[in-house]
């Protein structure tokens, strides 16, 4: 039976203090006084903080790390993405060996397994930057062999590594309200916390590298099957002749309110899916959490099914919008019955 894995939690109990410093980033976390600091809070991080991949998640992250005052370099394949954050103040480098190279600590928010494979060990990829006393932290959501891989490619060069995907979507990265699962480096942990105070309001430790990773696919797993059973009750509710937007009302009331049915909910009623979470993102973690149960012979029927809708929603070309069209999908098999 596996071990179970170390668990620290800390919240941030009140909004941070950011303090401005050149070169450095140093910040004063604010606690209620009936809750003890996490372990480093109010050290702050001295350091030039390495940021890669800016898409609709790493693009806000990076930008409250240098809101707050941290000296920033960031690196994305598609280069135009950086300019926004150029225009706050940060430095830019044109690879991710570069990054690392002239950073302390880099960060890496890629698509999935593969683009954070290629960033970190590939040419010209961050662990080739990589030396002893530096810090590679991979905020993305990959598989737990992934994760390993990459983090044994990083230490492999005396550095050290945390994985430490996130919970929560682009709102909570634009307000720095993240909730980060790390694993990996307990030393690590403590010099980056200030930084992760800065773009989440809270996180926990895991243990072994690997535990933030499954935490997160569970995570996923479950807020995937979630979407799909509110999508056939919105679509059954307006069969029967109900109003969805007082089903989402009544939802909201209950045991099994969730702030992703009052989110989503009503812009899914007009058929309006505005990218959050792209939806080949959440079938890549339903795919990634199917692998993980059957690597210790679970079965998790309901996410089996979740994922089959996800797939034909991807096929009618939905890839790209928010995960919530996977509705699409179920009315798109409405029309065109199996036999
Ligand atoms: N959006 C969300 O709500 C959340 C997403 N996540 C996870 O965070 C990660 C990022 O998500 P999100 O920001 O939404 O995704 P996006 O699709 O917006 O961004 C993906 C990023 O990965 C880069 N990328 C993709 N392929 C490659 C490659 N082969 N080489 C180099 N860079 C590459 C993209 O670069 P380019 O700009 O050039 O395409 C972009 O910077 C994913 O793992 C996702 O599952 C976690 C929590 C919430
Ligand atoms: O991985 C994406 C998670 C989205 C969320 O937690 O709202």
């Known amino acids: ?38 372990p480093s809070s109010g050290e702050g991080f001295s350091g030039k903080v390495g940021f890669l991949g800016l898409g609709i998640m790493g693009a806000p992250m990076a930008s ?10 960031v690196w994305n394949r598609t280069k135009s993405k950086c300019d926004p954050l150029l225009s706050l103040g940060a430095k830019y480098e044109s690879s991710p060996a570069n990054v690392a190279l002239s950073c302390d600590v880099t960060f890496a928010m890629l698509a999935d397994p593969e683009s954070a494979v290629e960033v970190a060990c590939g040419a010209n990829g961050a662990a080739q930057g990589m030396a002893p006393g530096k810090g590679y932290v991979d905020v993305s959501t990959v598989d737990t062999a992934t994760s390993k891989l990459i983090g044994k490619h990083i230490t492999s060069t005396g550095a050290s590594f945390l994985e430490a995907p996130v919970s929560g979507s682009k709102k909570p ?69 109900l109003d969805p937007n007082t089903l989402v009302e ?16 009503p812009s899914m009623v007009k058929a309006a899916y505005p ?12 795919r990634l959490a199917l ?6 012979s679970q079965s998790i029927p309901t ?3 979740a994922n089959e809708l996800y797939k034909v929603a991807k096929s009618l070309g939905l890839a790209d ?3 919530s069209a996977v509705i699409e999908a179920l009315k798109a098999k409405e029309q065109n019955p199996q036999p």
């Open 321 to 323: 919008q928010d995960f």
């Open 64 to 73: 409250n790390l240098i809101k707050a005052g941290c000296d920033v370099t």
């Open 1 to 38: 039976m596996a071990a179970a894995a170390a668990t620290h939690l800390s919240v941030r109990a009140a909004p941070a203090l950011r303090l401005r410093g050149k070169g450095t980033c140093r910040l004063l976390s604010c606690y209620a006084s009936s809750s003890p600091p996490p």
């Open 250 to 265: 009544v939802i909201s009331q209950g045991a099994i309110s969730a702030p992703m049915f009052s989110l989503k909910g």
């Open 173 to 241: 990265a634009e307000d720095g309200l993240l909730i980060f699962l790390t694993a990996g480096d307990d030393s690590l942990y403590n010099r980056v916390a200030p930084l992760l105070d800065v773009m989440g309001k809270s996180r926990f430790f895991l243990g072994d590298v690997g535990n933030g990773a499954a935490m997160k696919l569970v995570v996923n797993m479950v807020m995937g099957s979630m979407m799909v059973s509110f999508s056939e009750g919105v679509l059954l509710s307006e069969k029967v002749g």
């Open 303 to 305: 996410v089996a099914a």
């Open 275 to 286: 990218t959050a979470f792209p939806l080949k993102h959440q079938q890549k973690d339903l």
């Open 291 to 296: 692998a993980l149960a059957e690597s210790v």
